[in-house]
C-alpha cells in the first residue's frame, strides 16, 4: 500500500442515508456500480434507540441501477442492533466482487437498513474502496461538496 496517497483517492461516498429519525420500516440507499471498486463498505450509525426498537442491515445485488432482481448477498447482514444495548453504535459491512452472483449479471449494490418497531436514529454511507482507475473521488456522489 502507498502511504503518500490521499484518503479521497483511495475511498470515494458512493450513497448514503443523510442521518434521521427513522420510524419502523425499512429505507435502501442507491444501487451503486461495482465495477469501479476492488471494495464496497457499508457504515451504519444508531444514534438514539426508542425502547424496544430493533437495526437490521445487509448488503443486496442487482442487476442494474434500478435494483432489477434484487437478492440479498450472502454473509453480508449484521447481526440485530436492539435498543438495550446498541444505542450510539457503528457497525461496517465489506464486500469484495467475489461476493457477488458475477455469472449472474449482478454488478450493483445497495445497503438495505429496517428498522423494527420504534423510530430509532440512524445514518449510513456506501463507500468504495481502491479504485480500479482514476482518484476515487471521481466517484462520490453530487452530496460531496468539500475534500479538504
Given at each position: 500500500m502507498n502511504a503518500?496517497?490521499?484518503?479521497a483517492e483511495r475511498v470515494a461516498v458512493l450513497a448514503t442515508l443523510d442521518p434521521v429519525s427513522q420510524g419502523a420500516a425499512t429505507v435502501v440507499t442507491a444501487w451503486v456500480p461495482t465495477a469501479n471498486f476492488h471494495r464496497?463498505?457499508?457504515v451504519l450509525e444508531t444514534?438514539?434507540?426508542t425502547t424496544g426498537s430493533t437495526v437490521d442491515a445487509k448488503l443486496r445485488q442487482a442487476t442494474d441501477a434500478s435494483g432489477t432482481n434484487a437478492?440479498?448477498?450472502t454473509g453480508k447482514a449484521i447481526a440485530q442492533l436492539v435498543a438495550a444495548s446498541n444505542g450510539n453504535n457503528q457497525v461496517v459491512i465489506e464486500c469484495?466482487?467475489?461476493d457477488l452472483d458475477t455469472n449472474g449479471g449482478f454488478a450493483y449494490v445497495a445497503l438495505s437498513i429496517t428498522v423494527g418497531t420504534a423510530a430509532s436514529l440512524?445514518?449510513?454511507q456506501l463507500l468504495g474502496i481502491n479504485p480500479r482507475?482514476?482518484?476515487a473521488?471521481?466517484?462520490n456522489q453530487t452530496g460531496v461538496k468539500q475534500l479538504v
Open positions: 503518500n496517497l490521499k484518503y464496497i463498505a457499508a444514534g438514539a434507540m437478492k440479498d448477498i469484495q466482487s467475489d440512524i445514518a449510513a482507475f482514476a482518484p473521488s471521481a466517484f
